[in-house]
């Protein structure tokens, strides 16, 4: 029975969902008739009435020897429903709290360009804020021609990329000298090359090799603002363009 399923679904036991709609069938009545309607057990019928009684949904009803039940207006079991509905959204931020300390990370694997661009264009550019580092223009124009135009377009007036910074080489250095005035932007040293583009943004690192086309996405707001430290450690040992031209 499909009422029988709903009540269930609201917390109500099997038992206690067939006495409820007995009682709501038979209006005020007997143990005796509600356990013969219900097919239950009249033992079983006492116990279950009681407990439906102690929870406000049915209504206990003397009559000179013989004691009558009743069921309470079906709203009140939605109105004790919605209630508890209320109680756990005021709740809910604490439980996300306790749930995002705990969570394990998401770590996920991506392969090929196709994959690697719905990466950087869906999940990383819409970020709140971006910490490219490694960032090899050369080789990122080789296979995504239109990447860093697709950022211009569709994100550059709505999210800000927070710091990059670019591997040593000529074109990293043309495109230091290009993009600059626009957000800030260092360079590595040249003794120190990097061999994996990553991007981390407030909640997630995205790690790169752009030579073998595959790239690991971590979701985890602690890893990702350990990484964020890591980035403003090496930003303080990075060039600045006055130091390289």
């Known amino acids: 029975m499909i009422e029988e399923k709903i009540l269930i679904d609201l917390g109500l036991t099997e038992i206690e969902a067939k006495t409820y709609l007995a009682c709501l069938e038979l209006g005020s009545d007997t143990v005796q008739n509600i ?6 057990k009249r033992p079983t019928c006492y116990v279950t009435l ?13 009559k000179k020897s013989t ?3 009743a069921a309470e207006d079906p ?8 209630e ?18 705990t969570a394990k990370p998401k770590i996920k694997y991506y392969e090929g360009k196709e994959e690697l661009w719905n990466v950087y264009t869906k999940i990383v550019f819409p970020s709140k804020e971006i910490y490219f580092f490694g960032t090899n223009y050369q080789k990122i124009n080789k296979i995504f021609p239109n990447l860093i135009e697709y950022w211009a377009e569709h994100f550059s007036d709505k999210y800000k990329i927070s710091k990059e910074i670019v591997s040593y080489d000529e074109y990293g250095l043309k ?3 290009k993009n600059a005035c626009l957000r800030p932007m260092k360079m590595m040293p040249k003794n120190l090359p990097v061999f994996a ?3 981390i943004t407030e909640n997630k690192i995205f790690i790169i090799s752009l030579d073998n086309l595959f790239g690991v996405l971590i979701e985890s707001e602690d890893l990702a603002k ?5 980035f403003l450690l090496a930003w303080q040992s990075a060039l600045e363009i006055k130091e390289i031209v």
């Open 35 to 40: 356990a013969k309607k219900g097919q239950i």
């Open 50 to 62: 009681d407990n439906l009684f102690t929870k406000g949904y049915v209504a206990k009803i003397e």
């Open 67 to 69: 004691t009558l039940y």
């Open 75 to 82: 709203k009140i079991m939605l109105n004790k429903y919605k």
């Open 84 to 101: 508890k509905i209320t109680n756990f959204n005021d709740f809910l931020p604490y439980f996300e709290t306790k749930f995002a300390k």
């Open 175 to 177: 495109y230091l000298k």
């Open 197 to 199: 583009d990553s991007a």
């Open 226 to 230: 350990t990484y964020k430290n890591f």
